[in-house]
Nanobody, 127 residues
Framework: QVQLVESGGGLVQAGGSLRLSCTASIRTFSRYPMGWFRQAPAKEREFVAVISWSSARTYYGDSVKGRFTISRDNARNTVYLQMNSMNAEDTAVYYC????????????????????WGQGTQVTVSS
């Protein structure tokens, strides 16, 4: 059974930073792309960032480009999301997910391409 556990969420002031972590209990973690999504109240789930298994490819949602950075440590089965210059629009529940798509440069951006999801971690940005 695959489990993804996010951590690092919390309350931050506008302009501040947070780093989210997601640790996966999957033996073949290093083979798969990992993504971050978020969902704000009364809104649809939104793509935030993805990283290929080799870290060769990363993509970001338009609203976070230049402010957020995704990275991974395959030895620790962990993916990170560094969030800087945060604003109130970043307030949401953040989810990490793993896609079983294979390929060193594969980095899917659609939630429908992901197979396992974490329980989510709340991020609140106060203005």
């Amino acid at each position: 059974q695959v489990q993804l556990v996010e951590s690092g969420g919390g309350l931050v002031q506008a302009g501040g930073s947070l780093r989210l972590s997601c640790t996966a209990s999957i033996r073949t973690f290093s083979r798969y792309p990992m993504g971050w999504f978020r969902q704000a109240p009364a809104k649809e789930r939104e793509f935030v960032a993805v990283i290929s298994w080799s870290s060769a490819r990363t993509y970001y949602g338009d609203s976070v480009k230049g402010r957020f950075t995704i990275s991974r440590d395959n030895a620790r089965n962990t993916v990170y999301l560094q969030m800087n210059s945060m604003n109130a629009e970043d307030t949401a529940v953040y989810y990490c997910a793993v896609s079983r798509s294979t390929g060193s440069a594969v980095a899917p951006t659609s939630e429908y391409e992901y197979d396992y999801w974490g329980q989510g971690t709340q991020v609140t940005v106060s203005s």
